[in-house]
Nanobody, 121 residues
């Protein structure tokens, strides 16, 4: 059973930054799993944002977001992170963490409930 809980969302002003967290539990083998961040804007479909391999050695980012986002993980704490810099209103979305990399994401039922990021002045 996959249990993921996202946190850290909230209201952010344009140009600011925020760091989101995702903690795994429930017997999920977080340390051996590639992980991704996915976001879903209001009225839109989910979009893959970034992924990281199991030991954190390899990372990939959606092309339009490169340079503004950083994915990282702390396997000792079963936690995945996403830092967003120079944030814009276009970043407003619910952010989910998901097992798997870009091309082998788990189904949405395993993404947790997500955390809302709202970018507004």
């Amino acid at each position: 059973e996959v249990q993921l809980v996202e946190s850290g969302g909230g209201m952010v002003e344009p140009g600011g930054s925020t760091t989101l967290s995702c903690t795994a539990s429930g017997g999920f083998s977080f340390r051996t799993s590639d992980m991704s961040w996915v976001r879903q804007a209001p009225g839109d479909r989910p979009v893959w944002v970034a992924d990281i391999d199991s030991d954190g050695g390899r990372k990939h980012y959606e092309e339009s977001l490169k340079g503004r986002i950083t994915i990282s993980r702390d396997n000792a704490e079963n936690t995945l992170y996403l830092k967003i810099d120079y944030i814009t209103t276009r970043d407003t979305a619910v952010y989910f963490c998901a097992p798997g990399g870009r091309y082998n994401l788990a189904g949405k039922n395993d993404w947790g409930q997500g955390t809302q990021v709202t970018v507004s002045s």
